[in-house]
């Protein structure tokens, strides 16, 4: 059988198949030879009606191959999980095999780990070629290349490490700033910046900026210049600033538009203006008068507005609000002087369009019994309106134009100022080492030419990285390096100079840091021209095979995007969807999409149950904080360590093992909103590690608040709001009844301090206690910013305060402001007011690497996952409101007669012409197309499992917050697959609807691991690979073997112990078979809103959640909480199962015997951890009580039913006591620790007497996990 790539294969017996591809260099023919009864290499093929060896892994190894031959220039389309890197690891390798010099090439990478990724392969390669034998270094010369290799090249394979070593600077591998900043660096005179600049950070560059905009606006109101001031009226303080602000970040832009002689902005906008309709000449002034007839009304307008007022009259109608603009016109049109109607313009506009600016109903304004009987009256009424329409968009377009061209001219001044600022501190920002890079290779003049020959002289081979990442600037410097390759000026090389360019539409995500697809596609068509004249090689491979999904996630994204118009803007006009195929034979998987989650039905008559004491009633029933809760829950769950084998919930079935959570990746569309912190504060509640957000946004971070209002109220004492904002935070813990008692009882006119020391004189003791704390604040003032914010965190405790009310995750907020405040003080006068000053205006945003699973649960931003992957993948935040957009007030608008978009300021809908509405039409196409790539790359960091659930959104207001649904979107395509298991309530235990892709895998020690990408070594693995034996070449048979133990797969590393939790102790019952298990997790896992509902640890967790809330609230309100709770939508429980466990649970806290369990004296859900021999301990106490004598710890069980003598207790429970009391028993030294069981069916409270001797049964637990 024969591929259109050229692949073949033929069985020659039951136990030897052949598979063949050209070989590039010889055309002959490759060989593959394997045994299909031993390997998962082979699959099943209905074409031949028999097996074929896995074609994918075939295909994967010729395009990985094709791409890398380093005589041609290659664009290389390579979608997620491909291998990108190992191809362009394999392509910079065999450039060096081919004799190029280091120096001769450039790899441009997108960001720094991506630079040190690529090198760090390079150098293991090349350091590995050094040592390996004869016959390993011609099997991995013949991997890389598919030819074998000559004997020089054998030799030089071995120079190459040493060869890169001594070479200057080694391997250029840089991102695409670095390398500007080196190329400034060797040509600064031809450049025009100081030899000795350095690069200001972003803070600083932004601090700089906003100083530079403080400046002019300051200047401004002094020049009192009329255009400028106009428009500064116009657009109010605030939006002038942001919008002008916004425009001059766009530097490159600027530079481009403007040009080095800066052309006036309404020379440079004129194809916006025709875009607009705007003629040339034409004034606001003159529409005006053109709208109200100022050279007379036409008598035929008149007669129509004098038949209706006639018939009105005759008719007796009486002005009301339907035709009020009707009769308001006419009263406009008998004023005789223009100027008169000119003053009231609006009254006879409104007759004909709306508030929004559309074009009103006349038809049915002007009743059906007048136009009836005078037809050409609305119809000269309705030719009138399209005139006035016009007139009047044409006068919002007008003044539109005068804005954006006022903004323009007045950007380029401060641009202007701000590089004279940065001249003068010899100081270059990024954006200037792309454009003064630009300029240097752009430049004719006779230092332009001398860069370009120096050069000339040394590049000859350029890669470029994550190129649908790259924005046009950045293309200039690549356009600018590469030009000359093709240009028939080098006849002086021997071989080929080429560019490599590797990237995917289907991920180009950074539109607002100006990527664009279209230029994407421009840049390759260029590069294909330019090659085509030259007369060179061209190669465009497309890699879709993937080694990091398994089929079912791939099954998936090709459901999805194969669907409809869902692949628009994922691939250009003339392309179909490039269908992905799997590099991981025999690897299972599981796809599920979850229902919504809705919000409950308000009652406001109903208590509320407590949960935290920050908590806000409304805030806690949103339906994403339901979700987040019901996240926490089942992770927990899934990483709790009890899962035995295959198909259960926590087991990942490839990797043989329980799940961790590290293997999770939870991806939200952005980090607003209560999602995240309620996700992340359940799951450290629950032991569950978090590696923390991607970025943090320092000032958005309530702890954050908390500490700048503190300072603020110190600084300025009458600052009220600030010191209301602090008494109710952990620093004072006010309650809301405690502040409004303060504030509510002051004078009229007395400050809140006031009234605050008035409270403490008379012996409130809370007050007293934040006087304290202020008045020793307030002596340490003079003190660094971080000398008084760390006194503040540690010696006061209010860090550890902090962490108590706002969760552990306010420790990373904080590490990360002391941070900020030592960087503050490198560079500044240290001051807690120049701190604040500094503070306010640097937007800090602190990026973590979150490469490498071992920090736990990973939750972050879908673009802060790119380049990532994860075993399981949670798709939680599905939908958009696409008002944003409508929101920004500076919008560009791209067209072809200029070098790029030109700015323009979008008016709100009210004040907008039709013409911008279009543009803006235009602009939400483009975001709903970025929207499905996003789409699309948080699909593809899944390894093993994807699940896709949501919340119910709100319905929009109006249209600008349109819906893009990424839940919508999924759930459609996998409605329309046949091969989609459905699930419908009533199934398997299934409440609610549930949509699943899923694939049993083979045997784990025979599935391929995810993640390298390289086809070769894939395809070797998988087939038992024979390398064919050249002339002249070692013995074939130890080659064979020599190869097979290259070849052999790395075990996989031990498991690292992880700490004991006693509550965690219970293993859940093996499954029968995988397929049962998979039906257990349809039926446990999706409950009526997906919360696992039918799990055997479900209905304990429910009734420790009422046990932990219910004391806490008054007895009279008990039963009223109960439902509530027991109704919330994420539990789905039948109102028969809502009716017993309330019950079950009221009976205890209503009942006196236990009266001591829930006194003041008692305590829930305590977290306890501590050393028990060698082992570490960490649980929760579901009760703590603590009487004069001894204490008494109480752990819940809804066994059903309970066991009614001590002796028949399982060994895990008294094990779980023992650990507790061995760790308590160290805090209370001199009081006695009595354990208890309470069985919640009963009830009844069981005295446990447990020992020592019970501890073995918890080390022996612990090992196992």
């Known amino acids: 059988m024969r591929t259109k790539t050229g692949l073949s294969w033929r069985v020659l017996s039951e136990r030897v198949i052949t598979s063949s591809w050209p070989d590039r260099t010889s055309g002959k023919g490759v060989t593959l030879t394997t045994d299909p009864t031993t390997t998962s290499g082979w699959l099943w093929d209905d074409d031949i009606d028999g097996i074929a060896p896995a074609p994918n892994l075939l295909k994967a190894t010729h395009d990985q191959r094709d791409a890398a031959n380093p005589e041609a220039t290659a664009w290389v389309a390579a979608s997620a999980g491909t291998g990108k890197t190992r191809v362009l690891t394999n392509r910079l390798l065999a450039l060096l095999l081919e004799g190029a010099e280091p120096r001769e090439i450039l790899a441009l990478t997108f960001t720094k780990a991506a630079a040190a990724e690529m090198a760090d392969r390079v150098s293991e390669a090349l350091e590995a070629w050094v040592t390996l034998s004869e016959a390993d270094l011609r099997a991995a010369l013949f991997r890389l290349a598919g030819a074998h290799p000559t004997d020089d090249q054998l030799a030089l394979a071995r120079r190459l490490f040493a060869k890169v070593l001594e070479a200057p600077g080694g391997l250029n591998i840089q991102t695409i700033h670095a390398f500007a900043q080196s190329l400034l660096g060797r040509f600064p005179v031809e450049a025009g910046v100081q030899p000795e600049f350095k690069v200001l950070e972003e803070r600083e560059a932004t601090a700089l900026l906003e100083t530079t905009v403080d400046r002019f606006l300051v200047g401004l109101i002094a020049r009192e210049e009329p255009a400028i001031s106009n428009v500064f009226e116009v657009l109010g303080e605030d939006t002038f600033r942001d919008v002008l602000s916004g425009l001059v970040r766009e530097r490159g832009r600027l530079h481009r538009l403007l040009g080095p002689n800066k052309q006036p902005a309404k020379q440079v906008l004129e194809p916006l203006a025709a875009r607009l309709g705007v003629e040339t000449g034409s004034t606001t002034e003159g529409l005006k008068r053109a709208v109200i007839h100022a050279d007379g009304i036409p008598g035929d307008l008149r007669a129509a507005f004098q038949a209706y007022a006639e018939w009105a009259q005759s008719k007796g109608v009486a002005v009301n609000r339907n035709n009020r603009v009707m009769f308001t016109a006419i009263d406009w049109l008998a004023q005789a002087r223009a100027e008169d109607r000119l003053a009231t313009l609006k009254d006879y506009s409104l007759l004909f369009l709306t508030g929004a600016g559309g074009k009103r109903d006349l038809a049915r304004l002007v009743t059906q019994k007048f136009h009836g009987g005078a037809a050409e009256s609305l119809e000269r009424l309705q030719q009138e309106q399209d005139r006035v329409y016009t007139l009047m968009h044409g006068i919002k377009a007008l003044e539109q134009m005068a804005v954006s061209e006022a903004l323009l001219d007045t950007a380029g001044v401060v641009v202007d100022t701000y590089d004279t600022a940065k001249r003068a501190i010899s100081r270059v920002d990024f954006d200037d080492l792309i454009l003064k890079t630009i300029d240097l290779l752009t430049a004719e003049d006779g230092a332009g030419l001398w860069v370009a020959y120096k050069l000339d002289q040394g590049l000859c081979h350029v890669l470029v990285d994550e190129a649908q990442d790259t924005n046009p600037d950045q293309w200039a410097i690549v356009r600018g390096l590469t030009d000359a390759f093709y240009d028939g000026t080098d006849p002086d090389y021997e071989r080929p100079r080429t560019t490599f360019v590797v990237g995917d539409l289907k991920q180009s995500i950074y539109g607002f840091q100006r990527a664009d697809p279209k230029v994407f596609q421009a840049m390759r068509s260029a590069f294909r021209t330019d090659v085509d004249r030259a007369g060179q090689h061209w190669i465009d491979p497309v890699l879709n095979v993937t080694f990091r999904s398994s089929k079912p996630v791939l099954d998936a994204v090709n459901t999805v995007f194969g669907h409809g118009e869902n692949a628009r803007g994922l691939t250009f006009d003339d392309e179909s969807w490039p269908v992905h195929l799997t590099g991981r034979p025999g690897a299972g998987g599981l796809v599920e999409v979850w229902d919504r989650v809705k919000a409950p039905p308000k009652d406001k008559d109903a208590p509320h149950v407590p949960v935290r004491p920050d908590d806000d009633l409304d805030e806690d029933d949103r339906p994403e904080v339901e979700l987040a809760k019901l996240l926490g829950e089942r992770i927990s769950l899934w990483t709790a360590g009890t899962a035995t084998g295959p198909g259960q919930p926590g087991w990942l079935d490839n990797h043989d093992r329980p799940m961790r959570a590290e293997d999770i990746l939870v991806l939200v569309r952005s980090r607003s909103g209560p999602f995240i912190n309620t996700l992340t504060y359940t799951l450290k509640k629950k032991g569950v590690d978090v590696a923390g957000a991607d970025r943090l946004k320092l000032q958005e971070q309530l702890v954050i608040k908390d500490l700048l209002c503190l300072t603020e109220y110190l600084l300025q004492p009458r600052a009220d709001l600030s010191l209301a904002t602090v008494l109710r935070s952990p620093l004072c813990g006010f309650s809301s009844d405690q502040l409004y008692e303060l504030a509510h009882r002051r004078a009229e006119g007395e400050t809140l301090e006031t009234a605050l020391a008035k409270a403490a004189q008379n012996g409130l003791a809370i007050a007293q206690e934040a006087r304290s704390l202020f008045q020793t604040l307030r002596n340490r003032l003079a003190s660094t910013p971080y000398g008084f914010y760390s006194y503040l965190l540690t010696r006061l405790g209010a860090g550890r305060r902090f962490a108590e009310r706002l969760g552990p995750q306010a420790g990373d907020a904080l590490k990360e402001f002391l941070r900020a405040a030592l960087a503050y003080e490198r560079a500044n006068t240290?001051?807690?007011?120049?701190?604040?000053?500094?503070?306010?205006?640097?937007?800090?945003e602190v990026k973590r690497e979150q490469e490498g699973a071992n920090g736990g649960v990973r939750i972050m931003t879908v673009h802060g996952s790119k380049g990532l992957e994860a075993p399981v993948v949670i798709l939680p935040h599905t939908h958009r409101r696409m008002d944003d957009i409508a929101r920004d007030r500076l919008r560009w608008f791209d067209t072809d007669d200029a070098p790029v978009p030109l700015p323009y300021w979008k008016p709100s809908s009210e004040d907008s012409p039709f013409q911008t509405m279009e543009l803006e039409a235009l602009d939400k196409a483009k975001a709903e197309q970025e929207e499905r790539r996003l789409l699309y790359v948080a699909m593809t960091r899944a390894e093993e499992r994807l699940f896709i659930c949501g919340w119910q959104p709100r319905r929009a207001k109006?249209?600008?917050?349109?819906?893009?649904?990424?839940?919508?979107?999924?759930?459609?395509?996998?409605?329309?697959?046949?091969?989609?298991?459905?699930?419908?309530?009533?199934?398997?235990?299934?409440?609610?609807?549930?949509?699943?892709?899923?694939?049993?895998?083979?045997?784990?020690?025979?599935?391929?691991?995810?993640?390298?990408?390289?086809?070769?070594?894939?395809?070797?693995?998988?087939?038992?690979?024979?390398?064919?034996?050249?002339?002249?070449?070692?013995?074939?048979?130890?080659?064979?073997?020599?190869?097979?133990?290259?070849?052999?797969?790395?075990?996989?590393?031990?498991?690292?112990?992880?700490?004991?939790?006693?509550?965690?102790?219970l293993e859940e019952p093996a499954s029968p078979s995988p397929l049962a298990s998979l039906r257990a997790l349809a039926g446990q896992g999706v409950g009526r809103r997906g919360h696992v509902s039918s799990s055997p640890f479900f209905r304990g967790n429910v009734l420790h959640g009422l046990l932990q809330r219910l004391p806490e609230v008054p007895e009279a309100d008990r039963e009223a909480a109960t439902q509530r709770f027991l109704s919330r939508p994420s539990f789905g429980l039948m109102p028969r199962q809502i009716e017993a466990w309330g019950q079950e649970a009221l009976a205890i806290v209503n009942d006196p015997a236990f009266a001591d369990l829930f006194s003041t004296r008692s305590r829930a859900e305590v977290a306890v951890t501590g050393l028990v021999g060698e082992l570490v301990v960490s649980g929760q106490i579901d009760r703590l009580v603590e009487r004069d004598k001894d204490v008494w710890v109480v752990d819940y069980k809804s066994n059903r039913p309970p066991p009614s003598d001590p002796a028949h207790v399982p060994e895990s429970y008294r094990a779980q006591l023992a650990a507790y009391k061995a760790v308590l028993g160290g805090l209370y030294p001199d009081k006695a620790i009595r354990t208890f069981l309470l069985w919640t069916e009963t009830p009844h409270l069981m005295e446990i007497a447990v020992n020592a001797a019970d501890l073995p049964v918890l080390a022996k637990s612990s090992g196992s996990d």
């Open 958 to 1065: 109006d249209e600008s917050e349109a819906l893009v649904s990424w839940y919508d979107i999924v759930l459609d395509a996998m409605k329309a697959s046949d091969a989609v298991e459905v699930l419908t309530p009533g199934e398997d235990d299934v409440a609610t609807p549930l949509y699943r892709l899923y694939s049993a895998p083979e045997k784990p020690d025979r599935v391929p691991k995810s993640g390298s990408g390289d086809a070769a070594a894939a395809t070797a693995k998988a087939t038992s690979t024979t390398v064919p034996a050249a002339a002249g070449t070692a013995d074939s048979a130890a080659q064979q073997s020599a190869l097979k133990d290259l070849l052999a797969p790395i075990s996989e590393e031990p498991s690292p112990p992880r700490p004991f939790t006693p509550s965690q102790m």
């Open 830 to 844: 240290p001051t807690i007011p120049g701190f604040l000053g500094w503070l306010s205006k640097a937007e800090i």
